[in-house]
């Protein structure tokens, strides 16, 4: 799953709760640098499915995820 823009990390919480492995894009980096740790501190295993780029969503290329998409929140 590709979520752009995740902020504080609410439905990014339920994606991997779920059982998704979810790819976040978010272009403010204090808050791409908090939310792996919002994440580790609200689940268990969860963080393992959850890469974060700090970039700009219309800048990402194809390359930078290690697996196409197949859902965009």
Not at 26 to 46: C, M, N, R, Y
Request: hydrophobic fraction near 45%.
């Amino acid at each position: 799953m590709l979520e752009v823009g995740p902020g504080l990390g609410s439905l990014t919480l339920a994606l991997l709760d779920r059982g998704a492995r979810v790819t976040a894009v978010e272009i403010d980096p204090v808050l791409a640098h908090q939310l792996p740790k919002t994440i580790a501190e609200h689940s268990h295993s969860e963080i393992n499915r959850l890469t974060v780029l700090n970039r700009d969503i219309l800048m990402l290329q194809p390359n930078e995820m290690a697996e196409p998409p197949t859902a965009l929140v």
